[in-house]
């Protein structure tokens, strides 16, 4: 079993940025897929970014050129940076760890971080 404890939400004007970060409870991070998800009132949770064990990243269309995923293995922590944010980004977002080293999005999930852009 693998604990993911999330970091870094909170509201921000639209045009604004925040970092958010997921730490894992493992000795083992570095074979881990790490991805972002986020899900808003009344939608279905989607993938917004992730980085797989060989730091192969992808992100959602809505998010490219905004958002950043980076990891880093010695701290077990994956981050997402996110830029000029927009109304429609507000969600809560998840952290997801997965043991295949690609996402799948049936790992270990986190508690969840509320963004709330808003002016």
């Known amino acids: 079993q693998v604990q993911l404890v999330e970091s870094g939400g909170g509201w921000v004007q639209p045009g604004g940025s925040l970092r958010l970060s997921c730490t894992a409870s493992?000795?083992?991070?570095?074979?881990?897929?790490m991805g972002w998800y986020r899900q808003a009132p009344g939608k279905q949770r989607e993938l917004v970014a992730d980085v797989s064990n060989a730091y192969r990243t992808n992100y959602a269309d809505s998010v490219k050129g905004r958002f950043t995923i980076s990891r880093d293995n010695a701290k077990k922590t994956v981050y997402l940076e996110m830029n000029s944010l927009k109304p429609e980004d507000t969600a809560v977002y998840y952290c997801?760890?997965?043991?295949?080293?690609?996402?799948?999005?049936?790992?270990?999930w986190g508690q969840g971080t509320q963004v709330t852009v808003s002016s």
């Open positions: 997801n760890a997965d043991p295949l080293g690609t996402m799948t999005g049936r790992g270990y």
């Open positions: 493992t000795s083992i991070f570095s074979i881990y897929a």
